[in-house]
């Protein structure tokens, strides 16, 4: 199992729909959990971190589940400029194990907004 | 506007060359990261410095050799690289060493192309 795993995508979604996203993660000791957002050639920057109560923000709302290792990105009223690529972000273990805690990003989902 | 600053943004270079990547913030932030990234694929780890010392290396081929002067500055020093090395090089940053905050911020990034 990869250690982050993300919907593949593309989704094309008309302005004002709503949409999801799934990652999974494989390490159950992982304990941060983020959405990073990236515009086409530029670089990634965080969307929203994602706690164990489930968080909002606006029209975006994120959802963790420990016991199934899952984290959820809904984003409502999507606009044009909500284009972009999702990271899915996990914490892990670097080599060499111990407290060395590593990001992983998943693979990315790539959203387009049309009007 | 990224507070974590790279250069050059672009960097063409032979198979022979040596050249260095730059990395500065003024974050007051701990701790400073490589990724690597391909087109359309999502950034990978290639080291980590916590509190000016090298915390992470994900294995990463020696002839890609990082340094941390001081708690603001990251090099990544680059010999005999390989065509293949060509890619956009992203420096990160984040308030606490070994990722245990989360957040990183990104700079914009080196595009580096290998002849």
């Known amino acids: 199992r990869k250690e982050v795993e993300q919907d593949p995508g593309p989704f094309n979604v008309p302005e004002g729909a709503t949409v999801a996203f799934n990652c999974t993660y494989s390490?159950?000791?992982?304990?941060?959990f983020f959405w990073y957002r990236q515009d086409c050639r530029k670089e990634p920057k965080l969307l929203m971190s994602?706690?164990?109560s489930g968080n909002e923000d606006g029209r975006f709302t994120a959802q963790l589940n420990r016991a199934s290792q899952y984290i959820s990105l809904l984003i409502r009223d999507s606009k044009l400029s909500d284009s972009a690529t999702y990271l899915c972000?996990?914490?892990?273990?670097?080599?060499?194990?111990?407290?060395?805690?590593?990001?992983?990003f998943g693979k990315g989902t790539l959203l387009t907004v049309n009007p | 506007d990224t507070e974590v600053t790279q250069t050059p943004k672009h960097l063409v270079m032979g198979m022979t060359n040596k050249k260095s990547l730059k990395c500065e913030q003024h974050?007051?932030?701990?701790?400073m990261y490589w990724y690597k990234q391909k087109a359309k694929k999502p950034p990978e780890l290639m080291f980590v410095?916590?509190?000016?010392?090298?915390?992470i290396n994900e294995s990463v081929p020696s002839r890609f050799s990082p340094e941390c002067p001081n708690s603001s500055l990251l090099n990544l020093h680059l010999h005999a690289l390989q065509p293949e090395d060509s890619a956009l090089y992203l420096c990160?940053?984040?308030?606490f060493g070994s990722g245990s905050t989360g957040e990183l911020f990104f700079g914009e990034g080196s595009r580096l192309t290998v002849l």
């Open positions: 390490n159950s000791a992982s304990q941060s």
């Open positions: 410095y916590s509190y000016e010392k090298l915390s």
């Open positions: 974050m007051g932030h701990r701790a």
């Open positions: 990160a940053s984040s308030q």
């Open positions: 994602v706690y164990s």
């Open positions: 972000v996990v914490n892990g273990i670097g080599r060499g194990g111990g407290s060395n805690y590593k990001l992983t």
